[in-house]
């Protein structure tokens, strides 16, 4: 069992940095994948970025490479997402999900936990 809890989303300006910070309970936080997610209003979910267990591959969606940078640190259980040149598109509730990586990372696997999100404004 993996226990997830987001910060660091707010309101902030277009252009603007937000950085947001996943943090993981449970002893084996480093075997799982993460990914970000995100979901605005009246849109359906949709994988933002995704980070193998290792560190050593990512993924993002085309509308956030070159913006938006993932990283984890495992000796603090912890997932990153740095947001730079924030839109008014960015706005969303923000998810962090964890995913028992068995094999090869695959950013569109199935998350088994998740965590209740963190609100992103970007205000344009």
């Known amino acids: 069992q993996v226990q997830l809890g987001e910060s660091g989303g707010g309101l902030v300006q277009a252009g603007g940095s937000l950085r947001l910070s996943c943090a993981a309970s449970?002893?084996?936080?480093?075997?799982?994948?993460m990914g970000w997610f995100r979901q605005a209003p009246g849109k359906e979910r949709e994988l933002v970025s995704a980070?193998?267990?290792?560190?050593?591959?990512?993924y993002y969606r085309d509308s956030v490479k070159d913006r938006f940078t993932i990283s984890r640190d495992n000796a603090k259980s912890t997932v990153y997402l740095e947001m730079n040149s924030l839109k008014f598109e960015d706005t969303a509730v923000y998810f962090c999900?964890?995913?028992?990586?068995?094999?090869?990372?695959?950013?569109?696997?199935?998350?088994?936990?998740w965590g209740q999100g963190t609100q992103v404004t970007v205000s344009s």
């Open positions: 999900a964890a995913a028992n990586q068995i094999g090869g990372f695959r950013p569109d696997t199935i998350y088994d936990y």
């Open positions: 980070i193998s267990w290792s560190g050593t591959e990512t």
């Open positions: 449970g002893s084996t936080f480093g075997t799982y994948s």
